[in-house]
């Protein structure tokens, strides 16, 4: 394939793929994905046996170096990520420069940014020294961003992180503890959120990870790169989309929980509106990552208060779209985003929030494939052709005369 690929490339031929649904961007032995068969691995490793044996550390460590560790290289790369979960007390001031109301994703993405200000010590995305400090950096300081990102919003004081703790707990405890008080960690809402992170960590060529990609193919070092890489998740196409299935579920419940009905606007195609959290353009049978999320839902919903209105509308809107010709023909199925949102509001997080924790969750994946492109000799800098539709060739006319 990849010969035959280089082969077309030198006859001139261009081929026209909008959405790129049928190319082969990149060689990768990352993650694999068999859509049909509703199969996820990464690294070989079948995603369920993940989701029910490892953390999102240790996934993390198997995404960007390639094999799982061994119980001394856990302990080091989680040490060496906790060592470096401060950020530099000027990034903070940062977050002052945002309005109280912004999105946390362009906040996020800016942050992330301005790390290749403060950290210029390790931006040579060809020395190895580099590149490793720079992983270990955005592994220990997005969750502390992110955190921070949240403060910000409601207007409390930031928390340093307490480097005893896991990059989950760390994370819930920035983000929901107080300066003066303890903060009780909830083990249901850490293996959750943990979960979520792991299923979230790799999904091979989607629209942000090609972003990292395409970015990182000009040489732009990790942080810039994986900077892109968030506000291209920002999207309610792609990241936003647990969001919006939240934003979904209110408007159905606000008007009497009629789910007839909001499917039958879905299928007419009304405003254009789409059932949130159904389809994937790679899965077309299942989502495997849908189906172990769907469990963990009733989980945390059942912890946190018993039966969620949400969540009863999104079962029956499921069951609903699952009978339905219209989701049948097209292969619509629920995806990774269905569940997700109303966990995360169990869990006490805003709607806003949802995507930030996506990109807490996917940072792994980008940083694995921004590694993986980087030491391929075969990469090239990315620059898609096109087919000129415009006006072949016009002369100029003067103002006056237009
Ligand atoms: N609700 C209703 N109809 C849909 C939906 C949906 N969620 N998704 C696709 N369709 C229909 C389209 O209208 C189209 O039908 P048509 O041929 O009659 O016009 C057909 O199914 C094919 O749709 P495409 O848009 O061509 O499929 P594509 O592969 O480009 O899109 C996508 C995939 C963007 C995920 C789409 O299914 C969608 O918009 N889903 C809702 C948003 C969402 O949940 N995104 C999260 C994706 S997963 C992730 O990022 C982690």
Redesign the pocket.
Known sequence: GIELGKLLAQTGYITYDP?FVNTGATASSITYIDGEQGVLRYRGYPIEQLAQHSTFIEVSYLLIYGELPTKQQLEEFANRINRHTLLHEDLKRFFDGFPRDAHPMPVLSSAVSALSTFYQDSLNPFDTESVELSTIRLMAKVPTIAAYAYKKSIGQPFLYPDNSLGLVENFLRMTFGLPAEPYELDPTMVKALDLLFLLHADHEQ?CSTSTVRLVGSSEANLFASISAGIMALFGP???G?NSAVLEMLERIKADGGDVDKFVSR?KNKEDGV????????VYKNYDPRAKIIKQTADEVLSKTGGGDELLDIAKRLEERALSDDYFIE?K?YP???FYTGLIYRAMGFPTRFFTVLFALGRLPGWIAHWREMMSDPATKIGRPRQIYTGEKQRDYKPLSER
């Open positions: 959405g989607n196409l792609h990241g989309a879905v789409r059932l949130m959290g159904f389809g994937h353009r097209r619509l995806n990774v985003d």
